[in-house]
Nanobody, 121 residues
Framework: QVQLVESGGGLVQPGGSLRLSCGAS????????MGWYRQASGKQRELVAT???????NYADSVKGRFTISRDNAKNTVYLQMNSLKAEDTAVYYC???????????????WGQGTQVTVSS
């Protein structure tokens, strides 16, 4: 099995910064894309940012210029640096990874348990 464990959430004032981390462990041969999604109360889960194993990134328009996604392939870890945070960034943030558990196996999606980010004064 594969586990994704997130950390770094919390309460921050508007304009502040937070850094989320998500480490993958378990039966892992390789990881393709990794990403962050978020779900605000009463809303659907939405994409925040993704990054391929080669480092290509994609961002939601709402976070471009404020958030930066990065990864450490040696550590099977993905990060999300969030700057200039706004109240509308308040949500539970989920880590996602496309994991190949053995050579020749298909890619399977795994999700973390979520970490709460609250932006409030």
């Amino acid at each position: 099995q594969v586990q994704l464990v997130e950390s770094g959430g919390g309460l921050v004032q508007p304009g502040g910064s937070l850094r989320l981390s998500c480490g993958a462990s378990g039966s892992i041969f390789s990881i393709n894309a990794m990403g962050w999604y978020r779900q605000a109360s009463g809303k659907q889960r939405e994409l925040v940012a993704t990054i391929t194993s080669g480092g290509n990134t994609n961002y939601a328009d709402s976070v471009k210029g404020r958030f930066t996604i990065s990864r450490d392939n040696a550590k099977n870890t993905v990060y999300l640096q969030m700057n200039s945070l706004k109240a509308e960034d308040t949500a539970v943030y989920y880590c996602n990874a496309g994991v190949v558990q053995a050579r020749g196996f298909p890619t399977r999606d795994y999700w973390g348990q979520g970490t709460q980010v609250t932006v409030s004064s």
